[in-house]
């Protein structure tokens, strides 16, 4: 079976800061990693994703995320947070057999403070 | 691109009626999928249609769910009857190439049913 762990509901930040969004995956084999953002009362939108290659992936808004097999972790960060970055981000998983749909985490609520 | 469409985009019924929500994926994505969002929760997978076939529906509670997608475009998705843990945000998604497995998901925006 494959999961993903958030560990943090809630992760507050003070504009112009650096920000990171936990992610921790379980899956058998290697993985496709994954980060979605929601705003309110929206689907689902792309962020990035973990193929294969260089650990470190850079996507949209100025977001990256780290892909750390020996710790099973794909952390999102950006350098300088955005009042607008604020939303409830989703990590995903799914294994590269592709057996199985993508598998979300609870998701984290990112707030940026002026 | 237009994205891809849902409706309603809410629904309040009470609890044992039925309901039904519609989705049009993004024209020429072949995989669709149906995912449920409880609050506080991610996204959980109810159906995958690959074109009209269903690839998964192992989570879908299928005494009382039911989906459908006629002619591999069009897709929709029925509650009959409804319990207030149905209480929700159905999700409609798509994704351009059958079997590239790191295609990205494109989401609706989602219809919010509430049930009394």
């Known amino acids: 079976a494959q999961s993903v762990a958030q560990p943090e509901d809630q992760v507050n930040v003070a504009e112009g800061n650096p920000l990171t969004v936990k992610c921790t995956y379980s899956?058998?084999?290697?993985?496709?990693l994954f980060w979605y953002v929601q705003y309110p009362n929206r689907g689902l939108q792309f962020l990035l994703k973990y193929i294969t290659g260089d650990n470190l992936v850079k996507g949209s808004y100025g977001f990256e995320a780290e892909f750390n097999k020996s710790q099973t972790s794909f952390h999102l960060k950006k350098p300088s947070a955005l009042v607008s970055d604020s939303a409830l981000y989703f990590c995903?998983?799914?294994?590269?057999?592709?057996?199985?749909?993508?598998?979300f985490g609870s998701g984290t609520r990112l707030q940026v403070q002026p | 691109e237009a994205g891809v469409a849902q409706s309603p985009r809410y629904k309040i019924i009470e609890k044992r009626q039925s309901v039904a929500f519609w989705c049009n994926p993004i024209?020429?994505?072949?995989?669709l999928y149906w995912y449920q969002q409880i609050l506080g929760q991610g996204p959980k997978l109810l159906i995958q249609f690959q074109n009209n076939g269903v690839v998964d529906d192992s989570q879908l509670p299928k005494d009382r769910f039911s989906a459908e997608r006629l002619k591999g475009v069009d897709s929709t998705l029925k509650i009959q009857p409804a319990k207030l843990e149905d209480s929700a945000v159905y999700l409609c998604a798509s994704s351009l190439v059958p079997g590239r497995v790191d295609s990205p998901l494109h989401f609706g925006n989602g219809t919010r049913l509430t049930v009394t």
């Open positions: 899956v058998s084999g290697n993985p496709y």
């Open positions: 995903a998983v799914r294994d590269k057999a592709g057996r199985r749909a993508l598998t």
């Open positions: 024209s020429g994505h072949a995989t």
